[in-house]
């Protein structure tokens, strides 16, 4: 059974800075790297969003453009671990942030519910003064 642990959540002031850290395991009959690991968010009223994508093999990356230049994923496959570094934050980065696994071509963006996700329990991030 595929299991997904994040961490790395908390309260942080804007303009900081947080890593979080998705923790994989249960790959008994498959490599970690056939998978294709996804950030998503959700804010109290609204919808997930797919923040950050990056696919097995080749690491390809997705960024929302409202994160790009900020946030940088990046994946140890060694550690089975998937990490998003998140820089410069601001109170609309505020939500649960949730990671997500899911093999085959990688859908993120505004197509990630095309395809059925893995998911982890979520880590709250804050950013309040």
């Known amino acids: 059974q595929l299991q997904l642990v994040e961490s790395g959540g908390g309260l942080v002031q804007p303009g900081g800075s947080l890593r979080l850290s998705c923790a994989a395991s249960?790959?008994?009959?498959?490599?970690?790297?056939?998978?294709?690991i996804g950030w998503f968010r959700q804010a109290p009223g609204k919808e997930r969003e797919a923040v950050s994508c990056i696919s097995g093999g080749e690491g390809t990356t997705y960024y929302k453009d409202s994160v790009k230049g900020r946030f940088t994923i990046s994946r140890d496959n060694a550690k089975e671990t998937v990490y998003l570094q998140m820089n410069s934050l601001n109170s609309e980065d505020t939500a649960v942030y949730y990671c997500g696994a899911t093999k085959g071509p990688l859908y993120c963006g505004s197509v990630w519910k095309r395809i059925q996700w893995y998911w982890g329990q979520g880590t709250q991030v804050t950013v309040s003064s």
């Open positions: 249960g790959f008994t009959f498959d490599s970690y790297n056939n998978y294709n």
